[in-house]
């Protein structure tokens, strides 16, 4: 039986599972599910925290982006090129580049965001600036390689490549200003599974944000 993966295709961190699956050939159950189900008795029980992505494995249920990523490739990835296990160092810059998503990207992202989705004002220069800055980490990030954590790809590239997709939807990569990751982004968006795993969520995000005036 193929692990179930409950999903929002709107969020960053599913699309990211979703294309962590692809990468190693992992068939999933995929449940989409509504922001108010995951308050329900039944989705509390698998996760008290009420996010997504969920993943049940038979009687083994995990949640969070980067811990799914790194169980799936452990459990079914015929190598573990995408994340190393006895690498240490190589791991660690991995891990480091997904706590920068989780703690700098996404939340820079999220917060302007939500301030376009709202329609109650413009993106704050200081809000563009610091998500500016968050591009510019990730383009000393590559330091001349093609891959964020060097010249391989791993699970860091495909998480963060869900995040700054969105947003690069309302801030998007300059590539005078940021060559290198204007071209990891091309890069990634030509993975065979990119839009399969990433067009309707990206499509959902696009309809959210508001329309420019003429």
């Not at 179930?4 to 990211?16: H, N």
């Not at 189900?37 to 969920?54: D, G, R, S, W």
């Not at 990030?141 to 869900?162: C, I, K, Q, R, Y």
Request: proline share 6%.
């Amino acid at each position: 039986m193929a692990p179930k993966l409950y999903i929002m295709q709107l969020s960053p961190p599913c699309r990211a599972v979703l294309m962590v699956a692809k990468a190693i050939g992992l068939e999933l159950d995929i449940e989409e599910v509504e922001r108010e189900a995951l308050k329900t008795p039944e989705m509390l029980e698998l996760n008290p925290q009420h996010t997504v992505p969920i993943l049940v494995d038979g009687d083994f249920v995990v949640w969070d982006s980067h811990a799914i990523a790194g169980y799936l490739v452990g459990q079914y990835a015929e190598d573990d090129t995408l994340y190393p296990k006895d690498d240490i160092r190589k791991r660690a810059i991995i891990d480091q580049r997904l706590h920068f998503e989780n703690g700098v990207l996404y939340e820079r992202c999220r917060a302007v965001a939500q301030i376009l989705f709202s329609g109650i004002g413009d993106i704050s220069e200081d809000d563009r600036d610091k998500l500016l800055e968050a591009y510019g980490f990730l383009e000393e990030f590559l330091n001349g390689h093609p891959w964020l954590a060097g010249d391989e790809m791993t699970v860091a590239d495909l998480s963060v490549l869900a995040t700054l997709a969105s947003a690069d939807l309302f801030i998007p990569v300059d590539s005078d200003r940021f060559p290198q990751l204007s071209d990891w982004l091309k890069t990634g968006k030509e993975l065979p599974y990119f839009d399969e795993c990433n067009a309707e969520g990206l499509a959902k995000f696009k309809e959210m944000l508001p329309t420019p005036e003429s």
